[in-house]
Every structure is written in structure tokens, then in C-alpha cells.
Nanobody, 123 residues
Framework: QVQLVESGGGLVQAGDSLRLSCAAS????????MGWFRQAPGKEREFVAT?????????YYADFVKGRFTISRDNTKSAMYLEMNSLKPEDTAIYFC???????????????WGQGTQVTVSS
């Protein structure tokens, strides 16, 4: 099992920045990909960004965050980050950290999920 704990969410104004963190513990040797998903009220959970955990540093982003968000990782700390810049009200959502045995943007390929952290962007 892998445990994931997010932190760093909060209430900010449009145009501000936030940095989310995800701490992984447990069987981290089984992880080959990690990512961020989000879910806004009344909407389905959607992909935000993913990063290869081992065997490379590939990253992939949803179109709506390209150029604004940056995903990164620190394997020595078993941690992953999401730097979010130029935040918009439509970025308001619960952000979830995920991990799985593959590098993938698909919800069904994520074996482990954190409890989520709330990001609220006011206009």
C-alpha cells in the first residue's frame, strides 16, 4: 500500500500562486507515475498533470494548465509538487495527489489517492 498526503491548499485571489505538496509513504518502490487530479463542485474529477516517478522525468499536462502549472518531484523525499501560477477562479477545486504502477493521465490507472486539499481562487 502507498499512502499519500497533500498539503498547501488555501484561499487566494485571481493571479496569485500556490504550491501543493504530496508526501508519499509505504510501498513507494511500486510507484512508476504520480499525478494531480482535481474536482470542482458539481463536476467530474479531471486530470491536471502527471510525472514519471522513475526511469525518466517525463511530464504531461492538461491543456488548461499548460504554461501556468509545473509538476515536479523529489524522490529523495518521496515528494511531489504542483506549482500553480496565474490562478483563475475556475481553478477552484479539491486537488488530489495520485500514484500508480504506470505513468498515465487516466483516472483508472491511478491506484492510490490522497484525501485532497482545497484550493479556492476568488475573483
Amino acid at each position: 500500500q502507498v499512502q499519500l498526503v497533500e498539503s498547501g491548499g488555501g484561499l487566494v485571489q485571481a493571479g496569485d500562486s500556490l504550491r501543493l505538496s504530496c508526501a508519499a509513504s509505504g510501498r513507494t518502490a511500486s510507484i512508476y507515475g504520480m499525478g494531480w487530479f482535481r474536482q470542482a463542485p458539481g463536476k467530474e474529477r479531471e486530470f491536471v498533470a502527471t510525472i514519471r516517478w522513475r526511469g525518466g522525468t517525463d511530464t504531461y499536462y492538461a491543456d488548461f494548465v499548460k504554461g501556468r502549472f509545473t509538476i515536479s518531484r523529489d524522490n529523495t523525499k518521496s515528494a511531489m509538487y504542483l506549482e500553480m501560477n496565474s490562478l483563475k477562479p475556475e481553478d477552484t477545486a479539491i486537488y488530489f495527489c495520485t500514484a500508480g504502477p504506470t505513468y498515465s493521465y487516466r483516472v483508472e490507472r491511478q491506484d492510490y489517492w490522497g484525501q485532497g486539499t482545497q484550493v479556492t481562487v476568488s475573483s
